[in-house]
């Protein structure tokens, strides 16, 4: 296991194009996870999946933004009509659901520019 | 809401001395956990050291231990021995003792620099 993967690793965009990020986290893990760091904050929580449903949304997923998990595995983060505020970086995360499970593993982030 | 608060933006330490990384929290709930992650440089995010609010011994990992103030809220890291690859974003984070059903929040960091 290589622990979560994400791509890509960079994305530069123009203002108003539609990006897409994905995230393959940890094979076992059924928890999934996104979250949004922007330079000199904190990751700020986005969304997360338990399997393929879609648990929890934050107020920060405008209508622009949608993230999927088909089937359970991989996930998906869509970005609509990009606004330069988006730039940030995209990092995903995976956990299992287990009684003394509790921490996460992080992929690397997809650090997305929009221009 | 749980906030997170990490009041020194930033922090430096001579390699081979010890450091202390502040950390406080809000909450209203008994159940709950204390996380200290580090962020290097371009690089992922990993997982330091943990504290369950229900045990009142710190927690300890090699080089890295808490001290854990439940009544105070609070939640620092100590680095002792510290070495050149300690030089990161460090961030404590907080998750509600559900199960699990609640992500993880976390602060606004702390930039440690190690100084040879």
């Known amino acids: 296991d290589t622990g979560v993967s994400q791509n890509p690793r960079h994305k530069i965009t123009k203002r108003g194009q539609n990006v897409t990020f994905r995230c393959d986290p940890i094979?076992?893990?059924?928890?999934l996870y996104w979250y949004r760091q922007t330079l000199g904050q904190g990751p700020e929580f986005l969304t997360y999946?338990?399997?393929?449903?879609?648990?929890?949304k934050s107020r920060l997923l405008s209508d622009r933004f949608s993230a999927e998990r088909p089937k359970g595995s991989f996930s998906t983060l869509e970005i609509q009509r990009t606004e330069q505020g988006d730039s940030a970086m995209y990092l995903c995360?995976?956990?299992?659901?287990?009684?003394?499970?509790?921490?996460?593993?992080f992929g690397s982030g997809t650090r997305l520019t929009v221009v | 809401a749980q906030t997170v608060t990490q009041s020194q933006p930033e922090m430096s330490v001579q390699e081979a001395e010890t450091v202390t990384l502040s950390c406080t929290y809000d909450t209203s709930e008994s159940d709950y956990y204390l996380f200290w992650y580090k962020q290097p440089p371009s690089r992922q995010m990993i997982l330091v050291i943990r504290?369950?609010?229900?045990?009142?011994q710190n927690a300890t990992e090699n080089r890295f231990s808490v001290n854990f103030q439940k009544a105070a809220k609070s939640f620092s890291l100590k680095i002792s021995d510290s070495q050149l690859g300690d030089a990161a974003m460090y961030f404590c984070a907080y998750r509600s003792g559900d199960s699990g059903n609640t992500p993880l929040v976390f602060g606004k960091g702390t930039r440690l620099s190690v100084i040879a």
């Open positions: 504290q369950e609010a229900y045990k009142q």
């Open positions: 094979s076992e893990h059924n928890r």
């Open positions: 995360a995976s956990s299992k659901v287990t009684v003394g499970s509790y921490g996460y593993t």
């Open positions: 999946f338990q399997n393929e449903a879609q648990l929890e």
